[in-house]
Protein backbone atom coordinates (compact mmCIF):
# COMPACT_ATOMS: atom_id res chain seq x y z
CA UNK A 1 0.00 0.00 0.00
CA UNK A 2 1.89 3.51 -0.78
CA UNK A 3 2.03 6.34 1.22
CA UNK A 4 -0.03 9.40 0.01
CA UNK A 5 2.57 12.11 -0.28
CA UNK A 6 2.27 15.14 2.56
CA UNK A 7 1.37 18.79 1.24
CA UNK A 8 -1.28 16.60 -0.70
CA UNK A 9 -2.00 17.96 -4.31
CA UNK A 10 -5.34 16.26 -6.41
CA UNK A 11 -2.88 15.26 -9.16
CA UNK A 12 -0.92 13.25 -6.59
CA UNK A 13 -3.84 11.23 -5.12
CA UNK A 14 -5.44 8.14 -5.73
CA UNK A 15 -7.41 5.46 -3.70
CA UNK A 16 -5.92 3.26 -1.59
CA UNK A 17 -2.72 5.37 -0.50
CA UNK A 18 -2.56 5.60 3.09
CA UNK A 19 -2.00 8.52 5.42
CA UNK A 20 1.00 8.58 8.17
CA UNK A 21 0.04 6.93 11.44
CA UNK A 22 -0.47 8.94 14.37
CA UNK A 23 0.42 6.81 17.41
CA UNK A 24 -0.60 7.83 20.80
CA UNK A 25 0.54 6.49 24.07
CA UNK A 26 0.73 3.95 26.47
CA UNK A 27 -2.27 6.40 27.52
CA UNK A 28 -2.05 6.62 31.09
CA UNK A 29 -4.38 7.96 34.05
CA UNK A 30 -1.84 11.38 33.81
CA UNK A 31 -2.56 11.64 30.31
CA UNK A 32 -6.23 10.97 30.91
CA UNK A 33 -6.22 13.50 34.08
CA UNK A 34 -4.86 15.99 32.25
CA UNK A 35 -7.22 16.40 29.17
CA UNK A 36 -10.01 16.40 32.01
CA UNK A 37 -8.67 18.82 33.31
CA UNK A 38 -7.98 21.08 30.55
CA UNK A 39 -11.32 20.66 29.09
CA UNK A 40 -12.66 21.32 32.62
CA UNK A 41 -14.70 18.08 32.55
CA UNK A 42 -15.07 15.98 35.58
CA UNK A 43 -16.77 12.68 34.56
CA UNK A 44 -15.33 10.33 37.19
CA UNK A 45 -15.05 7.32 34.67
CA UNK A 46 -11.86 8.97 33.33
CA UNK A 47 -9.88 9.87 36.35
CA UNK A 48 -11.00 8.39 39.39
CA UNK A 49 -10.00 4.24 38.91
CA UNK A 50 -12.28 2.92 42.25
CA UNK A 51 -15.30 4.71 41.02
CA UNK A 52 -15.25 3.59 37.04
CA UNK A 53 -14.51 0.15 38.19
CA UNK A 54 -16.55 -0.49 41.39
CA UNK A 55 -19.47 1.87 40.81
CA UNK A 56 -19.63 1.83 36.97
CA UNK A 57 -18.21 -1.76 36.36
CA UNK A 58 -16.15 -0.55 33.59
CA UNK A 59 -12.47 -2.77 32.85
CA UNK A 60 -10.53 0.41 33.65
CA UNK A 61 -10.23 4.48 33.43
CA UNK A 62 -12.22 5.49 30.12
CA UNK A 63 -10.36 7.10 27.55
CA UNK A 64 -12.34 10.38 26.44
CA UNK A 65 -14.26 10.26 23.21
CA UNK A 66 -13.83 13.78 23.20
CA UNK A 67 -10.23 12.98 22.95
CA UNK A 68 -10.52 10.60 20.47
CA UNK A 69 -12.01 13.13 18.15
CA UNK A 70 -9.30 15.21 18.13
CA UNK A 71 -6.74 12.96 17.74
CA UNK A 72 -8.66 11.90 14.22
CA UNK A 73 -8.72 15.45 13.24
CA UNK A 74 -5.10 15.68 14.48
CA UNK A 75 -4.24 12.80 12.14
CA UNK A 76 -6.03 14.71 9.17
CA UNK A 77 -4.40 17.92 10.04
CA UNK A 78 -0.66 16.50 9.97
CA UNK A 79 -0.85 14.85 7.04
CA UNK A 80 -3.07 18.02 5.08
CA UNK A 81 -0.65 20.54 6.24
CA UNK A 82 -1.38 24.55 6.17
CA UNK A 83 -2.53 24.28 2.31
CA UNK A 84 -5.34 21.47 2.03
CA UNK A 85 -8.30 22.09 4.34
CA UNK A 86 -9.93 18.89 7.02
CA UNK A 87 -13.79 19.78 5.80
CA UNK A 88 -15.72 16.90 7.47
CA UNK A 89 -15.14 14.29 9.98
CA UNK A 90 -18.01 11.94 11.14
CA UNK A 91 -17.08 8.71 13.54
CA UNK A 92 -18.74 6.22 15.91
CA UNK A 93 -18.17 5.38 18.97
CA UNK A 94 -18.11 1.54 19.02
CA UNK A 95 -15.52 0.56 21.11
CA UNK A 96 -14.38 1.67 24.39
CA UNK A 97 -10.50 2.44 25.36
CA UNK A 98 -8.88 2.33 28.25
CA UNK A 99 -6.02 3.89 29.88
CA UNK A 100 -3.18 1.61 29.30
CA UNK A 101 -3.62 1.38 26.09
CA UNK A 102 -1.94 2.82 22.88
CA UNK A 103 -3.72 3.86 20.31
CA UNK A 104 -2.92 4.70 16.66
CA UNK A 105 -5.06 6.68 14.68
CA UNK A 106 -5.11 5.45 10.45
CA UNK A 107 -6.64 6.96 7.49
CA UNK A 108 -7.10 5.55 3.98
CA UNK A 109 -7.68 7.33 1.22
CA UNK A 110 -10.92 5.30 -0.82
CA UNK A 111 -11.72 8.34 -3.66
CA UNK A 112 -10.18 11.11 -5.50
CA UNK A 113 -12.14 13.72 -7.41
CA UNK A 114 -12.30 17.03 -8.79
CA UNK A 115 -14.40 19.33 -7.23
CA UNK A 116 -14.43 23.10 -8.50
CA UNK A 117 -11.00 24.84 -8.79
CA UNK A 118 -10.13 21.75 -6.11
CA UNK A 119 -10.13 18.17 -5.32
CA UNK A 120 -11.97 16.58 -3.12
CA UNK A 121 -10.34 13.38 -1.20
CA UNK A 122 -12.91 10.91 0.77
CA UNK A 123 -10.44 9.30 3.50
CA UNK A 124 -11.78 6.41 5.77
CA UNK A 125 -10.09 6.36 9.60
CA UNK A 126 -10.10 4.93 12.57
CA UNK A 127 -8.03 4.37 15.85
CA UNK A 128 -7.03 1.06 16.85
CA UNK A 129 -5.44 -0.36 19.72
CA UNK A 130 -2.59 -2.83 20.56
CA UNK A 131 -4.37 -5.85 19.74
CA UNK A 132 -6.42 -4.57 16.49
CA UNK A 133 -9.52 -3.69 18.20
CA UNK A 134 -11.08 -0.86 15.88
CA UNK A 135 -12.73 1.68 18.36
CA UNK A 136 -13.62 4.84 16.24
CA UNK A 137 -14.87 3.98 12.49
CA UNK A 138 -15.27 7.03 10.24
CA UNK A 139 -14.79 9.04 7.07
CA UNK A 140 -13.43 12.29 6.41
CA UNK A 141 -13.46 14.85 3.18
CA UNK A 142 -10.27 17.17 2.75
CA UNK A 143 -10.08 20.07 0.31
CA UNK A 144 -6.75 20.00 -1.65
CA UNK A 145 -5.58 22.51 -4.09
CA UNK A 146 -4.10 21.25 -7.96
CA UNK A 147 -1.28 21.88 -8.14
CA UNK A 148 -1.45 24.45 -10.79
CA UNK A 149 -4.59 25.91 -8.79
CA UNK A 150 -5.99 28.68 -6.60
CA UNK A 151 -4.84 28.32 -2.70
CA UNK A 152 -8.06 27.49 -0.69
CA UNK A 153 -9.54 30.57 -0.06
CA UNK A 154 -9.66 31.93 3.72
CA UNK A 155 -13.41 32.65 3.40
CA UNK A 156 -14.87 29.18 2.29
CA UNK A 157 -17.83 29.04 3.58
CA UNK A 158 -19.50 29.64 0.65
CA UNK A 159 -17.41 27.71 -1.63
CA UNK A 160 -18.34 25.16 1.20
CA UNK A 161 -21.67 25.67 0.92
CA UNK A 162 -21.62 24.90 -2.93
CA UNK A 163 -19.30 21.83 -2.57
CA UNK A 164 -21.85 20.58 -0.04
CA UNK A 165 -25.13 20.55 -2.39
CA UNK A 166 -23.14 20.04 -6.06
CA UNK A 167 -20.86 17.05 -4.26
CA UNK A 168 -22.01 15.62 -1.10
CA UNK A 169 -25.40 15.16 0.38
CA UNK A 170 -26.02 17.25 3.22
CA UNK B 1 -40.10 2.40 12.42
CA UNK B 2 -42.07 -0.16 10.51
CA UNK B 3 -42.66 -2.13 13.84
CA UNK B 4 -44.82 0.59 15.49
CA UNK B 5 -48.02 -1.40 14.57
CA UNK B 6 -46.58 -4.07 17.27
CA UNK B 7 -44.31 -2.14 19.70
CA UNK B 8 -45.42 0.98 21.26
CA UNK B 9 -43.63 4.49 20.86
CA UNK B 10 -42.18 6.03 23.48
CA UNK B 11 -42.06 8.73 20.99
CA UNK B 12 -45.38 11.15 21.40
CA UNK B 13 -46.30 13.99 19.29
CA UNK B 14 -44.67 16.25 22.07
CA UNK B 15 -41.64 15.24 21.42
CA UNK B 16 -41.06 15.18 17.44
CA UNK B 17 -42.52 18.42 17.67
CA UNK B 18 -39.25 19.04 19.32
CA UNK B 19 -37.08 18.17 15.95
CA UNK B 20 -35.89 21.39 14.45
CA UNK B 21 -36.68 23.42 18.02
CA UNK B 22 -33.10 25.61 18.18
CA UNK B 23 -31.66 26.72 22.04
CA UNK B 24 -30.82 29.82 23.12
CA UNK B 25 -26.94 31.75 21.87
CA UNK B 26 -24.73 30.71 24.31
CA UNK B 27 -21.49 32.75 24.94
CA UNK B 28 -18.38 31.20 26.24
CA UNK B 29 -18.38 34.56 28.18
CA UNK B 30 -14.63 35.03 27.84
CA UNK B 31 -11.96 35.54 24.67
CA UNK B 32 -10.19 32.44 24.22
CA UNK B 33 -6.32 33.18 25.42
CA UNK B 34 -3.07 31.87 24.47
CA UNK B 35 -2.52 30.23 28.38
CA UNK B 36 -5.97 28.39 27.99
CA UNK B 37 -4.84 27.36 24.18
CA UNK B 38 -1.32 26.12 25.34
CA UNK B 39 -3.17 24.28 27.78
CA UNK B 40 -4.98 22.84 25.59
CA UNK B 41 -2.78 22.22 22.94
CA UNK B 42 -0.64 20.17 25.54
CA UNK B 43 -3.42 18.38 26.49
CA UNK B 44 -4.97 17.18 23.62
CA UNK B 45 -0.91 16.46 22.94
CA UNK B 46 -1.42 18.25 19.29
CA UNK B 47 1.68 16.69 17.74
CA UNK B 48 4.38 18.91 16.77
CA UNK B 49 5.32 19.15 12.93
CA UNK B 50 8.37 20.71 11.78
CA UNK B 51 7.56 23.45 9.18
CA UNK B 52 9.72 24.70 6.61
CA UNK B 53 11.23 28.65 7.30
CA UNK B 54 9.35 31.51 7.43
CA UNK B 55 6.03 29.43 7.64
CA UNK B 56 3.80 29.65 10.99
CA UNK B 57 4.69 26.73 13.65
CA UNK B 58 2.24 23.16 13.91
CA UNK B 59 0.82 23.38 16.01
CA UNK B 60 0.32 27.03 15.75
CA UNK B 61 -0.02 29.80 19.07
CA UNK B 62 -2.60 31.82 17.69
CA UNK B 63 -5.20 29.59 15.97
CA UNK B 64 -6.65 26.60 17.87
CA UNK B 65 -7.37 23.37 16.37
CA UNK B 66 -10.96 23.28 14.63
CA UNK B 67 -12.70 21.15 17.53
CA UNK B 68 -11.76 23.28 20.12
CA UNK B 69 -15.21 25.69 20.06
CA UNK B 70 -16.70 22.47 22.29
CA UNK B 71 -14.73 22.63 25.12
CA UNK B 72 -14.78 27.06 25.11
CA UNK B 73 -17.79 26.73 27.86
CA UNK B 74 -16.63 26.38 31.39
CA UNK B 75 -17.78 27.50 34.70
CA UNK B 76 -17.28 31.17 34.46
CA UNK B 77 -15.40 32.47 37.53
CA UNK B 78 -18.62 33.57 39.87
CA UNK B 79 -20.76 30.53 39.13
CA UNK B 80 -21.23 27.97 41.76
CA UNK B 81 -18.33 25.12 42.39
CA UNK B 82 -20.25 22.26 41.27
CA UNK B 83 -17.92 19.85 43.71
CA UNK B 84 -20.30 21.20 46.40
CA UNK B 85 -22.93 18.61 45.13
CA UNK B 86 -20.30 15.81 46.15
CA UNK B 87 -20.81 16.97 50.06
CA UNK B 88 -24.41 15.65 49.38
CA UNK B 89 -24.07 12.46 47.31
CA UNK B 90 -20.59 11.51 47.30
CA UNK B 91 -21.23 9.16 44.62
CA UNK B 92 -22.54 11.47 41.98
CA UNK B 93 -20.59 11.01 38.60
CA UNK B 94 -19.04 14.07 38.31
CA UNK B 95 -20.92 15.40 35.24
CA UNK B 96 -22.88 17.96 37.09
CA UNK B 97 -24.74 18.87 33.76
CA UNK B 98 -21.98 19.45 31.88
CA UNK B 99 -22.77 19.42 27.87
CA UNK B 100 -25.96 22.03 28.43
CA UNK B 101 -27.31 23.26 25.18
CA UNK B 102 -30.44 25.02 26.53
CA UNK B 103 -32.69 22.55 24.49
CA UNK B 104 -36.13 21.18 26.21
CA UNK B 105 -35.25 17.79 27.86
CA UNK B 106 -37.02 14.81 26.27
CA UNK B 107 -38.86 13.28 28.27
CA UNK B 108 -38.47 9.77 27.85
CA UNK B 109 -38.30 6.35 29.59
CA UNK B 110 -34.55 5.56 28.76
CA UNK B 111 -32.24 6.19 31.35
CA UNK B 112 -28.85 5.52 30.19
CA UNK B 113 -27.41 7.61 27.40
CA UNK B 114 -24.39 6.84 25.16
CA UNK B 115 -22.75 8.48 22.66
CA UNK B 116 -23.08 6.63 19.05
CA UNK B 117 -21.04 9.40 17.22
CA UNK B 118 -20.24 12.55 15.75
CA UNK B 119 -20.04 14.75 12.37
CA UNK B 120 -18.26 17.48 11.97
CA UNK B 121 -17.72 20.27 9.46
CA UNK B 122 -15.39 22.75 9.97
CA UNK B 123 -15.37 26.55 8.13
CA UNK B 124 -13.15 28.54 9.89
CA UNK B 125 -10.23 28.18 12.49
CA UNK B 126 -10.80 29.54 16.11
CA UNK B 127 -8.51 32.35 16.88
CA UNK B 128 -7.05 33.93 20.26
CA UNK B 129 -9.06 36.21 21.01
CA UNK B 130 -12.39 34.62 19.95
CA UNK B 131 -15.14 34.47 21.79
CA UNK B 132 -16.95 31.52 21.03
CA UNK B 133 -20.74 31.46 20.83
CA UNK B 134 -23.02 28.34 19.97
CA UNK B 135 -26.48 27.43 19.50
CA UNK B 136 -27.83 23.52 19.53
CA UNK B 137 -30.87 22.33 17.62
CA UNK B 138 -32.48 18.80 17.87
CA UNK B 139 -32.01 17.69 14.27
CA UNK B 140 -33.75 14.53 14.34
CA UNK B 141 -35.49 12.21 17.06
CA UNK B 142 -36.36 8.28 15.77
CA UNK B 143 -36.51 5.79 17.66
CA UNK B 144 -35.38 2.08 16.77
CA UNK B 145 -35.60 -1.56 18.35
CA UNK B 146 -32.95 -2.81 19.38
CA UNK B 147 -31.93 -6.10 20.33
CA UNK B 148 -32.01 -5.54 24.19
CA UNK B 149 -35.40 -2.80 23.45
CA UNK B 150 -36.01 0.41 22.27
CA UNK B 151 -33.91 2.75 21.62
CA UNK B 152 -33.94 6.48 20.73
CA UNK B 153 -31.76 7.96 19.09
CA UNK B 154 -31.14 11.89 20.00
CA UNK B 155 -29.03 14.11 17.17
CA UNK B 156 -28.30 17.47 18.13
CA UNK B 157 -26.54 19.75 15.87
CA UNK B 158 -24.84 22.73 17.34
CA UNK B 159 -23.69 25.65 15.26
CA UNK B 160 -20.35 27.68 16.97
CA UNK B 161 -19.23 31.23 15.69
CA UNK B 162 -17.71 34.10 16.88
CA UNK B 163 -18.69 37.23 18.31
CA UNK B 164 -19.32 38.58 15.35
CA UNK B 165 -21.05 35.53 13.55
CA UNK B 166 -18.22 34.32 11.61
CA UNK B 167 -19.21 30.14 11.19
CA UNK B 168 -16.41 28.28 13.11
CA UNK B 169 -17.97 24.46 12.76
CA UNK B 170 -20.90 23.14 12.70
CA UNK B 171 -20.85 19.33 15.24
CA UNK B 172 -23.54 16.49 14.90
CA UNK B 173 -23.84 14.44 18.00
CA UNK B 174 -26.03 11.48 18.27
CA UNK B 175 -26.93 10.14 21.39
CA UNK B 176 -28.38 7.08 22.21
CA UNK B 177 -31.20 6.70 24.91
CA UNK B 178 -32.03 3.33 26.01
Not at chain 1, 30 to 56: C, F, K, Q, T, V
Not at chain 1, 116 to 145: C, K, Q
Not at chain 2, 35 to 59: K, S
Request: aromatic share 6%; glycine share 10%.
Amino acid sequence: MSRAPSCPVLEELAAGQELPPLVSGPLLPPHLMRWSAAIENWHRIHYDHPYAIGHEGLPGLLVNGSWKQHFVVQLLRRWAGSTAWVWKVEFRFRAMNVAGETLTAWGRITDVRPAHDFGLVEVETGIVNGDGVESTPGTAHVLVPRRDGPAIPEAREELLAALGSSVLQG
Amino acid sequence: MNDSTTTPSCLTPEITALIGRKGPVRSAGEPLSRDRLRRFNHAAMEPVVPVPEGTPPFPRDDVAPPLWPLHAFVRQPHEPDPFDALTGDPDLDGTYGAGETGLPPIDIPLRRILNGGVSAEFFAPPRVGDVVHAQSEYADIVERQGRSGPMVVVSIRTTYTDQNGRLLCRVTNAFIRR
